[in-house]
């Protein structure tokens, strides 16, 4: 029998058990208390359980829904943004197809949102203000001509005289 170092355990030993060893000392009931403890093996067991538990509660109740939030979430956002951009897209499409030659041609802002027809207008603006500056050189040259004929015709008219 093996027993931690009370002095009591003696005295109970001879009255019940007669004939059996008793040793006492701090180390030898270490091996007896020890014996009811889970082993190595048996805490990796469980531990390889509680991982494969836990790893199932991840996936069934994370990444599963999160993936199909994630999918939910991007096609809403991808639908979102090509509707909002179709009238940007209708505004190019517009602007592409501005003849430089035809005066009257500008960008129609009817149907746009407000942020939208403010930039049309600003290109018309644009486009109207270029108009100007492709006439100047045109209207420079005739006055030139008309300046230097002007002179020319009225000297020979006094010649003629």
């Known amino acids: 029998m093996i027993t931690d170092k009370l002095r009591s355990y003696g005295a109970a030993k001879r009255d019940i058990t007669t004939g059996v060893e008793h040793r006492s000392h701090k180390g030898l009931n270490n091996r007896v208390e020890d014996s009811h403890q889970p082993t190595r093996a048996d805490h990796e067991g469980l531990h390889k359980r509680v991982n494969a538990v836990l790893w199932n509660e991840v996936t069934d109740h994370m990444i599963v829904p999160m993936g199909i939030l994630v999918v939910f979430v991007l096609g809403a956002s991808l639908l979102s943004i090509t509707t909002a951009l179709r009238p940007v897209r209708r505004a190019a499409k517009e602007a592409a197809?501005?003849?430089?030659?035809?005066?009257?041609?500008?960008?129609?802002t009817v149907g746009m949102s407000l942020e939208l027809a403010q930039l049309a207008g600003a290109i018309n603006e644009a486009i109207a203000r270029v108009r100007h500056l492709m006439e100047a050189p045109k209207l420079l040259t005739s006055a030139l001509a008309h300046g230097v004929r002007t002179p020319w015709r009225s000297s020979s008219w006094n010649l003629s005289v």
Do not use: G, K, N, T
């Not at 035809?102 to 129609?108: N, T, V, Y």
């Open 97 to 108: 197809a501005i003849d430089a030659a035809d005066p009257q041609s500008r960008l129609d």
